[in-house]
């Protein structure tokens, strides 16, 4: 009942028109960079983050809840008609979505991942609602301890559970925890590997690292290939945006199992939004009636993992807001514009800045809604956006990138920082290794340093309090069995499959 | 580059993060953990996981997305990628001498090289269009200071 009374306390601010017009901008700029290839919003919401200081604190989450969201709305566009998936969690959309684009089932597709898009990300807001207050009152019993065998179960499931290979999701989180350590340590007053350059000494700006990696990385990637001017198909917007019927009844409970598996994997560490697409897809496939169609065009291949998709993306924001850990490069980038403000993540979040998380929470209801209305009617601007000349738009976001950097200290240091991280995305692109770890690395690592000191000081000076304390000795058996589990099994299988 | 070469790279960023770690000075101040314990750690998992890598890399299992049939380059691919870090290096040479949206147009025209589009007007008045819109919303609308936005308006 309480936070039923904080969420209308958040609907009251939300619903401020000011506040509302932050949403709406949020919405629309999310949309437009999920229909963008090359553009998503941790890189949006990175360019974003210079406005911190002329923008308050509500209007701005608000508007960064939107881009995010809007985001997961967005990319099933660019799937659907363009079979080229701006995230990873957007691929087994293109699975059916794109067939069903070549059977002349463009609109149903795209109306099946709106509609699904908003039921569960309604779920998955209702579901942060009424758990996020329960997650805080447990985290509330959180010391340093527990909070630095957190931190490393986070970083070592981003990097050693998602992406192709443990070891390259180790080194990327090795560079990031590096990157970190950059820049005067603020206990000691000392500098460290900052190489004699005063600009060095405030450490690396995150919006420098994470526009670096995801724009001009992935620009300069793209131009080594050399394929992207040569342009994918854009598949006509054909049949009605009418779902019809029998559309409708193999939709519905494809979207409720979707974000049912949506919510709870994405707001664990290792969640992320791929797991759940994957599980859902099979699912449906398992579950329809109609299992011939798929790889065909199955609109319940498109419904189901569209709906895990949006509620992983509500789920990513639990951990965020009620403990302070991000789980995903975006999240971490909101992380970073939450210390921006001087605003502390964690549990206290919600005692101290109850009104905002509240706002930001009843701005999601609000921006499904906004989505929802903005995605099908203008669908035909969205198709018209995948049809700007790759040299055009790759211009565009690199000049705004710049923009963006150069903008938020004046720093032509910055800029050239800007490029030599753009370098490392293009190597890490071109040998697979992730950046979300690098990046999660980079902003939980003095975070760490911070919680390691604080518990070293109480325990004085006792490294076994990280393994005695029951809760942190949990956190950190499960970090441990997460970096042995997975290549056991991997030889366990090899060697069975022998 | 190779797979081999990066771990090569990797094991030297490690040699100069050792090396800076060994001259982080120690604090004066009576600490349980000083500032180089953090650091140190992760420089040594770091030149663990570069050298695993490494060897990795010498089996052959890591892998490289040029050799990838529908991933890798097609013929000029390092004049495409010059071109595009030289759009970025005319930003950072003239920004501060000719204002945003000069650098900015040479910025926008280096990557559009870089997406085969010929270097001529129309890439240069498209650029310019697109370096002027975004000074304008970003400098003029949202008060981010980007600086003037022409030499003689410096």
Known sequence: ?498 | MTPLRVALLLVALCGVAAWQVTVIPESLMQMTVGPTLAPGVIVAALSLFAVLYGISAWRGRQTDESEAPDQSPLPGANARVLSLLGGGLAFIALVIPLGFVIPGTLCGMGVARAFDAPLGLKSALICAAIASTFWFVFAQLLGVGLGPALPWLI
């Open chain 1, 1 to 498: 009942m309480e936070a039923f009374d904080a969420l209308m306390g958040g609907f009251a601010v939300a619903l401020q028109p000011t506040t509302l017009m932050w949403g709406f901008v949020g919405c629309f700029v999310g949309t437009l960079v999920g229909v963008l290839p090359g553009i998503g919003p941790a890189l949006t919401i990175a360019l974003l983050l210079p406005l911190t200081y002329h923008v308050p604190a509500t209007s701005m989450f608000v508007m960064f809840a939107g881009i995010y969201y809007g985001a997961a709305y967005g990319g099933s566009t660019t799937s659907i008609l363009l079979n080229t998936p701006g995230e990873s969690a957007a691929v087994v959309t293109a699975l059916e979505g794109n067939k069903m684009a070549r059977r002349g089932r463009a609109g149903q597709a795209l109306a099946t991942a709106a509609i699904g898009s908003f039921v569960a990300g309604t779920i998955g807001t209702l579901a942060l609602t009424f758990v996020a207050p329960w997650v805080v009152e447990a985290a509330l019993a959180f010391g340093p301890a527990e909070y630095f065998s957190l931190m490393v179960l986070s970083v070592v499931a981003v990097s050693a559970v998602l992406g192709n290979s443990m070891l390259r999701g180790l080194v990327a989180l090795g560079l990031g925890l590096l990157l970190g350590m950059v820049g005067v340590d603020l206990q000691t007053g000392q500098p460290r590997f900052t190489f004699g350059r005063p600009e060095l000494l405030d450490g690396i700006e995150v919006t420098v690292a994470a526009v670096g990696l995801f724009a001009v990385g992935e620009a300069l990637y793209l131009a080594w290939q050399g394929r992207e001017s040569k342009g994918g198909e854009v598949m006509k917007l054909s049949g009605s945006l009418w779902m019809s019927k029998s559309d409708w009844a193999r939709s519905w409970k494809a979207w409720f199992r979707g974000a049912f598996f949506g919510f709870p994997i994405g707001a664990m560490p290792a969640g992320g939004a791929e797991l759940p697409t994957l599980l859902s897809y099979y699912t449906e496939k398992k579950l329809s009636k109609h299992p011939e169609e798929f790889g065909h065009g199955a609109i319940e291949g498109v419904a189901g993992p569209e709906a895990a998709n949006n509620a992983a993306a509500a789920g990513v924001l639990m951990p965020l807001l009620t403990l302070g850990i991000p789980t995903s490069a975006t999240a971490a980038i909101m992380l970073s514009a939450f210390e921006g403000y001087g605003i502390q993540t964690g549990p206290q979040l919600f005692s101290q800045q109850g009104s905002l998380v509240w706002t930001l929470i009843a701005s999601l209801y609000i921006g499904n809604v906004i989505l929802l209305v903005l995605n099908l009617p203008l669908v035909s601007l969205w198709v018209k956006l995948l049809k700007i000349p790759p040299p055009w738009l790759y211009a565009g976001i690199i000049v705004i990138s710049t923009a963006g950097v150069y903008g938020a200290g004046n720093s032509v240091f910055n800029v050239g920082l800007l490029f030599v991280f753009g370098l490392l995305g293009y190597i890490m692109r071109r040998f697979d290794f992730p950046a979300a770890p690098l990046i999660v690395g980079l902003i939980l690592a003095p975070l760490g340093e911070q919680s390691m000191r604080q518990a070293l000081t109480i325990s004085q000076g006792d490294w076994s309090t990280f393994f005695t304390r029951p809760l942190s000795g949990s956190l950190m058996a499960i970090a441990t069995l997460l970096l042995i589990v997975p290549p056991l099994w991997k030889q366990w299988r090899s060697r069975s499959q022998r």
